[in-house]
């Protein structure tokens, strides 16, 4: 009888087992499948900061086109720009101070450098462009070819681990206010004149990202920790309590 007793005993342990690798196999899933959201999360949150970013921009271009361009004075920063052929460009108040036209690319590249200080960089590019400055690099270039294409919005990550950098990028649509400087080349009204690349540094995402998968891993392996020590405590008391039954079953088959 002590035989079939050990023998119970056994599948009773062998049981508290295979549950308890259930267990830490759930909970390792579940963990992967945590680390996996948390890292889409941050990445779609890189994409929505890109997308702010850029509305904003085109915001304030549309604001100063809708003005024909905007006076400013011209100083050591401010400087009149070449590309801009407009007759009207450069004007004196009648206090003497000479005031410069900026239009809609002009502002953009001035709030760029604004920006820059942050670890942002914007940089208005085509595949045709007026300023050498505007020349797409490769990752731009293709993302102009796919945009002429019928692409609406362009981002990835780019660089090596460890110094990744998240690019941006949706075209610019020729309206009827650019055909005073961009007619010459050859746009029409609606063509996709180019477009505004984004970039900045991924690393805050990537902090934020090691933070919470710290997080995730102490929660579960607190859950898993508690989930088996109440498993093998009532298993125990479980085996405890069947060694006890075939003990008296012994002892009455005895009598």
Aim: proline share 5%; with cysteine.
């Amino acid at each position: 009888m002590t035989g079939n007793g050990g023998k119970k005993t056994r599948r009773i342990r062998i049981l508290l087992v295979l549950v308890g690798a259930l267990f830490a196999i759930g909970t390792t899933l579940s963990l992967q499948q945590n680390s996996t959201q948390i890292r889409e999360d941050r990445y779609q949150l890189a994409v929505s900061t890109g997308k702010v970013l850029f509305r904003t921009i085109v915001a304030t271009r549309v604001w100063n086109a809708s003005h024909g361009g905007v006076y400013v004075p011209v100083t050591d920063t401010v400087r009149p720009n070449p590309y801009l052929t407009t007759p009207d460009r450069d004007v004196r108040t009648i206090d003497g101070r000479k005031l410069t036209k900026i239009n809609p690319a002009y502002m953009t590249r001035l709030v760029g450098e604004i920006l820059s200080a942050e670890g942002y960089t914007l940089h208005i590019t085509s595949l045709k462009t007026l300023r050498p400055g505007n020349a797409p690099d490769e990752w731009e270039r293709a993302a102009l070819e796919r945009f002429e294409k019928g692409s609406a919005l362009e981002y990835s990550l780019t660089g090596p681990t460890g110094n990744r950098v998240f690019r941006y990028m949706e075209p610019l649509k020729t309206e009827a206010p650019c055909l005073k400087c961009h007619e010459q080349q050859g746009y029409k009204v609606g063509d996709v004149r180019g477009g505004i690349g984004i970039a900045f540094p991924y690393a805050p995402f990537e902090r934020s990202i090691r933070t919470d998968e710290r997080r995730a891993i102490a929660t579960h392996a607190l859950s898993l920790a508690s989930a088996l020590s109440i498993l093998f405590f009532l298993g125990f008391r479980i085996m405890k309590l069947a060694g006890s039954l075939e003990e008296t079953q012994r002892q009455v088959r005895t009598l």
